[in-house]
T-cell receptor, first 113, second 113 residues
Framework: SAVISQKPSRDICQRGTSLTIQCQVD?????MFWYRQQPGQSLTLIAT?????????ESGFVIDKFPISRPNLTFSTLTVSNMSPEDSSIYLC??????????FGQGTRLTVV | KQEVTQIPAALSVPEGENLVLNCSFT??????LQWFRQDPGKGLTSLLL?????REQTSGRLNASLDKSSGRSTLYIAASQPGDSATYLC????????????FGSGTQLTVLP
């Protein structure tokens, strides 16, 4: 299995500011995924991050709003830029271990005021 | 486009009952199906992974079945306990995808002592 450390676990931010979320995996993985879970909703994929290339964003998500870094095979960051209250969500990173089972970080609970 | 549906949306049962959670998906061309548990405001914990070639998986009091041809999976929880109270999510990885998960909306389970 893979162990994922995600931080911060929660934050309260002012609108117009940015927050960077970090995700550290205890093993090297090819792909890392970033998901958003809005209040009362299920998870929606934001983007897929491969090391050495630009992230691939899903429909409705753009790089200017959610820039992603993937400097090596064990680490990734997601930035939520120019935040508004609508960005209040839980953000989660995920990896597939052995290309099969998915593991998740503990999530970052973001509140924008 | 793959769509995943879970019913019921919420379920409340007395302690000790056996229960079944349902998951259906529209495209039977899946790589695998995974059941997760999510506690309020937290990340996801993997419960069971069923590969597309498998019919069921068991872990302790949990048993998950998969009928790929009909696009259905069930999660059976035996002898439920108050500690089982959580939201249960099923998710599939579609064949030919980049290994990202498509999630259902979840079943919120409450087990009453």
């Amino acid at each position: 299995s893979a162990v994922i450390s995600q931080k911060p676990s929660r934050d309260i931010c002012q609108r117009g500011t940015s927050l960077t979320i970090q995700c550290q995996v205890d093993s090297q993985v090819t792909m890392m995924f970033w998901y958003r879970q809005q209040p009362g909703q299920s998870l929606t994929l934001i983007a897929t991050a491969n090391q050495g290339s630009e992230a691939t964003y899903e429909s409705g998500f753009v790089i200017d709003k959610f820039p992603i870094s993937r400097p090596n095979l064990t680490f990734s960051t997601l930035t939520v830029s120019n935040m508004s209250p609508e960005d209040s969500s839980i953000y989660l990173c995920s990896v597939n271990w052995g290309n099969t089972e998915a593991f998740f970080g503990q999530g970052t609970r973001l509140t924008v005021v | 486009k793959q769509e995943v549906t879970q019913i019921p949306a919420a379920l409340s049962v007395p302690e000790g009952e056996n229960l079944v959670l349902n998951c259906s998906f529209t495209d039977s061309a899946i790589y695998n199906l995974q059941w997760f548990r999510q506690d309020p405001g937290k990340g996801l914990t993997s419960l069971l992974l069923i590969q597309s070639s498998q019919r069921e998986q068991t872990s302790g009091r949990l048993n998950a079945s998969l009928d790929k041809s009909s696009g259905r999976s069930t999660l059976y929880i035996a002898a439920s306990q108050p500690g089982d109270s959580a939201t249960y999510l099923c998710a599939v990885i579609s064949s030919g995808s980049a290994r990202q998960l498509t999630f259902g909306s979840g079943t919120q389970l409450t087990v009453l002592p």
